[in-house]
């Protein structure tokens, strides 16, 4: 359980002001300063409500406001978003209740380098985060429920000095340092933000398993203890240089490097209450998990005489991850050691033209390539054995990818209340994989996506609109599910399988339809109401099976799904409706899914993972130099069926959160934040039908615990 519990972890614009200064060269008497204020322009745009293509933007203020350690505990605050974790530490980011690739994840506007995992990136290098809830041609279209995009701090304001400090206690401890830094000198900028973290935590665990004859009795009762204890080592640095040529052009190199340290412990102990001992009464497992991720780019801005624009990006991207996993048992010997090395280098280019065509209405075209190689390495030993004797260097395996795709799309105010975006989408994708335990393998897939989007504002009202959307995306899949070696497991069995890759996948093509009714009946307030569905061809479903001496789990093309969304939202200040009200700002959400898979058999039979129910309350208040809030975030429970013999059971679940700011001065605040207020445990439940023994049951807690963090923030 303790490898289990530790495995979750691995492997705006420029801001500008200009102050009027009086005449000091004169006696004239000095005249009262007449303030003017400017509405209208870059501060009256609000990219939700009059961008043709539906996009929410998360700024820095929003981002920072819990002093979240890691962006997914943000993001699990963003209406439509939730976030699934199994043990506490990081989680699958979901749109519309889909992850597992559903939900596209991208850095800049690209995919994240392999091997890097969201949860190591800290809100203090961000910049913003932009959720798309429907497809773009700009950007790839594996997004089936929709995209988001972090950007990584970029805004550059003279003389920048930030310096955060901060602590967290609780299950999970330790320290954190940020910095934010940023100059000009003529006609060069640049910013460097960082941040470190040092953490370690201790839990137990507890499961239970059962096992039901085919006569309904019970022949099997299992109960294990676990503790584990671990550390935790982060370093994120985003560094970023502007330069503006003569010309007026600008030239940017940005960086980011991502240094990641992972150790855990643990001891599970299983005591057999009916039927057999189980194999490993004692099992000790150890972790070790190093990670680094270097990606840099260089991007050239150059605005052409007729007003076009010509934006280009060339990147190197590279990774390197080393995994050991030893499992070592006294009862039944057992000394199992699996060490994974892998290593990938990879390079992107994207580039963008785009014009004013006429007012209102503007088109742009450009392309996205990028070329990667990764070569893995797998070793593993029994009592200082290898394991694989006919292959003294280990498992090889090297997967090299490259894809390219090209874009089209035009955006046109046709009228002062309507406006219509058009786009157009090509990508395609080839992968070839060779080993020295299976044979050379090829996999290619190409996608056409066509985009309409559409936002009508309703005449004769004062902020009510409606938007429509219908797209194609797809899922392509992952690496590591078309590659066709075995990842073992020490205790096999239905419910702790065998993996294995599937050579013959095929991507999933879906097509999307989008509507929302939005109603903006007040300055910072809005009623949202949106319905989405998508059907998905060729889906893909982990099947279990046994294949005469273990329990193995492969990915299968499984027919279609279909999957349905609802989804109201609402924030507004009070004083909206309460003229004298303190300043007080609300917010709430609220959203239903439905599925069904046409290849398992109902009841239950929705797509694997999928919340059925969530909703999201906020509130935040400010007096004078105290600013504090709290959120609270439901998911409701549901039975899933996963295949004809496999069910998963998804828990209700609470998460309570509140935080408080004091501004002691302009340049210093304390920030002071509580997650997980109610102590919610993590739950784990499922079972499996074997032929010819009858109904497995498994269900596993791991507990969780308030935490408390506390970051004091300066600037110079």
């Not at 929709?146 to 950007?151: H, K, L, P, S």
């Not at 507004?572 to 046409?598: E, G, M, Q, T, Y």
């Not at 009841?603 to 935040?620: F, K, M, V, Y």
Request: charged residues 25%; neutral net charge; proline residues 5%.
């Amino acid at each position: 359980m303790a490898a289990t519990l530790g495995a979750a972890f691995p492997a705006l614009a420029q801001d500008t002001a200009a102050a009027a200064k009086p005449d000091t060269t004169t006696s004239a008497p000095a005249q009262p300063i007449q303030k003017v204020e400017v509405r209208g322009g870059a501060d009256s745009y609000d990219p939700r409500r009059d961008d043709t293509a539906s996009k929410v933007v998360i700024g820095q203020e929003e981002i920072a406001k819990y002093g979240d350690t890691s962006v997914v505990d943000v993001l699990k605050r963003v209406p439509g978003i939730t976030v699934s974790s199994p043990n506490g530490r990081g989680g699958e980011i979901r749109m519309r209740g889909l992850g597992a690739g559903y939900t596209q994840i991208l850095l800049n506007g690209e995919r994240a380098p392999a091997g890097f995992s969201i949860d190591q990136l800290s809100p203090d290098v961000i910049e913003r985060i932009e959720v798309l809830r429907a497809a773009s041609a700009e950007y790839s279209t594996q997004s089936v429920a929709g995209t988001i995009n972090i950007v990584l701090k970029k805004a550059i304001r003279s003389g920048q000095r930030e310096f955060k400090i901060g602590a967290r206690a609780g299950q999970f401890r330790g320290p954190t340092a940020n910095m934010q830094l940023s100059d000009k000198a003529g006609r060069m900028s640049y910013s460097i933000a960082g941040s470190v973290m040092h953490e370690t935590f201790d839990r137990s665990a507890v499961s239970d398993e059962a096992a039901f004859g085919p006569d309904g009795n019970p022949i099997l009762v299992q109960h294990t203890d676990g503790v584990e204890d671990g550390r935790l080592n982060l370093f994120n640095l985003a560094p970023r240089l502007n330069w503006t040529l003569e010309n007026g052009d600008t030239v940017t190199s940005q960086s980011f490097v991502n240094v990641a340290r992972f150790r855990n412990h643990g001891v599970d102990t299983t005591a057999s209450v009916l039927g057999p001992v189980a194999p490993y009464p004692v099992l000790d497992e150890a972790m070790r998990s190093d990670n680094d991720v270097l990606r840099t780019e260089l991007n050239w801005i150059h605005k052409m005489a007729d007003g076009a624009k010509l934006d280009v990006k060339a990147g190197l991207v590279g990774g390197r991850n080393t995994t050991i996993m030893r499992r070592w048992a006294a009862v039944r010997p057992l000394d199992n050691v699996v060490r994974s090395d892998s290593e990938e280098l990879g390079a992107t280019t994207v580039g963008k033209y785009s014009k004013t065509v006429a007012k209102g209405h503007a088109f742009a075209t450009g392309w996205d390539a990028g070329w990667s190689v990764r070569e893995d390495e797998r070793r593993e030993s029994e009592t200082g054995r290898p394991v694989y004797p006919e292959l003294p260097g280990g498992e090889q395996f090297e997967a090299e990818v490259s894809r390219l795709a090209v874009y089209a799309q035009d955006e046109w105010s046709l009228t002062p209340r309507w406006s219509v975006y058009l786009g157009a989408r090509w990508e395609g994708i080839r992968t070839r994989t060779t080993g020295n335990t299976f044979d050379t393998g090829r996999s290619s897939s190409n996608v056409w996506s066509p985009v309409l989007q559409t936002l009508w504002k309703i005449p004769e009202t004062k902020g009510d609109q409606l938007r429509f959307a219908l797209t194609r995306t797809y899922k392509a899949p992952p690496l590591t599910s078309l590659i066709p070696r075995r990842q073992t497991a020490v205790d096999n069995r239905s419910t702790d399988p065998d993996y294995a890759g599937n050579p013959d996948l095929k991507p999933e093509l879906a097509l999307g339809l989008d509507a929302s009714w939005e109603h903006y009946w007040a300055e910072g307030a809005l009623l949202s109401v949106s319905g989405s569905v998508r059907r998905i061809d060729d889906y893909t479903r982990w099947l279990v099976a046994f294949d005469g001496a273990r329990w193995v789990a492969m990915p299968s093309n499984a027919g279609r799904a279909i999957t349905r969304g609802l989804e109201v939202e609402t924030k507004f200040p009070l004083k909206a409706l309460l003229k004298d009200a303190p300043a007080i700002d609300l917010r709430a959400s609220v959203a239903a899914n439905w599925s069904r898979v046409d290849g398992v058999p109902g009841p239950d039979n929705r797509l694997d993972g999928q919340n059925p129910l969530s909703a999201n309350l906020g509130i935040d208040y400010k007096r004078g130099d105290l600013t504090t809030g709290a959120s609270f975030a439901w998911k409701g429970g549901a039975n899933l069926r996963l295949s004809e013999r496999q069910t998963s059971i998804l828990e209700r679940r609470r998460d309570l959160e509140a935080y408080a700011l004091y501004k002691f001065n302009p340049k210093q605040q304390l920030r002071v934040a509580l997650s997980n207020i109610l102590g919610e445990d993590f739950v784990n439940r499922g079972s499996f039908l074997e032929e010819g023994r009858g109904l497995v049951q498994r269900n596993a807690r791991i507990e969780g615990a308030p935490s408390l963090r506390a970051t004091l923030e300066l600037k110079f």
